[in-house]
């Protein structure tokens, strides 16, 4: 399933927001570039949390969906080294979880996102 893009409404309310941060953290910072970084690098860490979950969530989906799948990589069917293996999601919305996810190659899981066009 594709992901939803926003429409130029939705758009033009996700930039007002993203000028307001901006604002916000530069505040913040009070001219310090160094505590501006960290602030940005935190934004942006606990944001790819909300969407990705915690690595440590995900590394516990990986040995679990590892198990389930027998070692053997859901894209091909060869065997699948756990530390190079990738998780895929059938659907990017639904996150990472047992039911929407299969384990794959890192090159299976590129064929993948090429087929569907998102690289």
Same mark, same amino acid.
């Given at each position: 399933?594709? #992901?939803?893009?926003? #429409? !130029?409404?939705?758009?033009? %309310?996700?930039?007002?927001?993203?000028?307001? /941060?901006?604002?916000?953290?530069? !505040?913040? *910072?009070?001219?310090?570039? &160094?505590?501006?970084?960290?602030?940005?690098?935190? +934004?942006?860490?606990?944001?790819? =949390?909300?969407?990705? $979950?915690?690595? +440590?969530?995900?590394?516990?989906?990986?040995?679990?969906?590892?198990? /389930? @799948?027998?070692?053997? %990589? *859901?894209?091909?069917?060869?065997?699948?080294?756990?530390?190079?293996?990738?998780?895929?999601?059938? #659907? &990017? +919305?639904? $996150? =990472? /979880? *047992?039911? #929407?996810?299969?384990? +794959?190659? *890192?090159? %299976?899981? @590129?064929?993948?996102?090429?087929?569907?066009?998102?690289?």
């Amino acid at each position: 399933m594709p #992901n939803r893009n926003l #429409n !130029s409404d939705e758009l033009k %309310c996700a930039n007002e927001l993203l000028t307001d /941060i901006r604002a916000r953290l530069t !505040s913040l *910072a009070a001219g310090d570039p &160094a505590l501006l970084f960290a602030y940005r690098r935190k +934004v942006v860490k606990e944001l790819g =949390y909300d969407e990705r $979950g915690k690595p +440590v969530a995900r590394a516990k989906l990986k040995v679990l969906k590892w198990g /389930i @799948q027998n070692g053997k %990589c *859901a894209h091909c069917g060869e065997e699948l080294s756990l530390k190079y293996s990738e998780l895929d999601r059938k #659907n &990017a +919305v639904d $996150g =990472y /979880i *047992a039911e #929407n996810t299969e384990l +794959v190659h *890192a090159k %299976c899981h @590129q064929e993948r996102q090429a087929a569907k066009r998102y690289t």
